[in-house]
Each structure stands twice: as structure tokens, then as C-alpha cells.
């Protein structure tokens, strides 16, 4: 039978947690960037990245507590809310680097588009970083540990008895 310590995963460092990170979230972007592009010759390019940005944020969130930052689990609907609020700001930067982008080049091409685009998600990662490694599924490591008992010091007894080798010391855990 598995204990809730064996279940309890540690954390990864930070540097793994950020390799992770990139990893699974600019996969995630990456295929988003795509996405958007693909749906904004269909809808509204605001529409499509929202639509986009709500998919993605569900899937890069069970990815970020399964792996990135060693939750051992699903996320749960706490951590999905936290998580959209980020992706809620990282959705205002990426529309409003495009708007720029509008505002300043007529008929940009689709190669610019993509790099504002990537560029802008990129920044916005750096800041959903912090947020998803400091608040979102740090309170997770705490929940898990919490789960486990309070910490508890350990009052032993020692106690020198007489034997005929010689003493001995015997220890008994109270």
C-alpha cells in the first residue's frame, strides 16, 4: 500500500522547472501560434486567439502539474482558475502586441505576424512562469505536505543498562 509520503513528489529546482516549462509551454504556444493563424482566416483574429488561448491554457495546465513543476497529479479546478487568470494577462499582451502591430505596419506579412506573435507569448511566458511556479502550484506542495501530518518532534528515551558484556545503550522512541 502506497503512504502519503511515497505519493509526495518533490519539487523540481527552479533552472528544471523553467527547462520544463519552456518545454511544454512553448510546445503549447507554438502549436497555438499555428492555431490562431490557421482560425483568424475563418473569425475575427481576437476571437480566434481567445478560443485558441482558453484550449491551451486547460492543456498546458495539466501539463505544467503533471511535469513541469511536480504536482503528481492533475491540476485541480483551484489551480485551472489561477492558471487562466495568468493566461488571461498573457492573452491581453499577445492582442495587444498584434494591435500594435496593426497600428504600425499596413499589410504585415504572415512570417511577422508569427514573430510578434511568438515574441509577444514569450514574454507573457516569462511572467506566467513566475506566477505558476510562486503561487499556482506552490500552495499544491504545501497541500500535499499538509496532507501528511503536521511534523512532529521525536522524543527518545535513552537509557544506559547494565548488561553482563558490559553496558549498553538502548534508545525507544516515545
Known amino acids: ?3 502519503a509520503q511515497s505519493r509526495q513528489q518533490v519539487a523540481p529546482g527552479a533552472f528544471t522547472s523553467l ?10 504556444g507554438l502549436a497555438s501560434s499555428f492555431a490562431v493563424a490557421a482560425l483568424a482566416s475563418r473569425m475575427p483574429w481576437g476571437l480566434a486567439n ?47 502586441a498584434m494591435l500594435v502591430l496593426q497600428r504600425l505596419v499596413e499589410a504585415p506579412g504572415a512570417v511577422l505576424e508569427q514573430a510578434v506573435y511568438l515574441s509577444a507569448s514569450a514574454l507573457a511566458g516569462i511572467g506566467r512562469f513566475a506566477v505558476l511556479r510562486l503561487v499556482v502550484f506552490a500552495r499544491n506542495h504545501s497541500q500535499v505536505a499538509a496532507t501528511a501530518g503536521p511534523a512532529r518532534p521525536v522524543h527518545a528515551t535513552v537509557t ?6 558490559g553496558s549498553a545503550v538502548l534508545c525507544r522512541a516515545a
Not at 160 to 165: K, L, Q, V
Open 50 to 96: 481567445a478560443l485558441v488561448t482558453v484550449i491551451s491554457t486547460l492543456l498546458a495546465t495539466e501539463l505544467h502539474a503533471r511535469f513541469t513543476f511536480g504536482a503528481g497529479g492533475r491540476a485541480t479546478w483551484s489551480q485551472h482558475a489561477q492558471s487562466a487568470g495568468s493566461a488571461t494577462a498573457a492573452y491581453a499582451v499577445t492582442c495587444g
Open 1 to 3: 500500500m502506497e503512504t
Open 19 to 28: 527547462a520544463r516549462f519552456v518545454l511544454c509551454g512553448g510546445g503549447v
Open 160 to 165: 544506559r543498562a547494565a548488561t553482563p558484556a
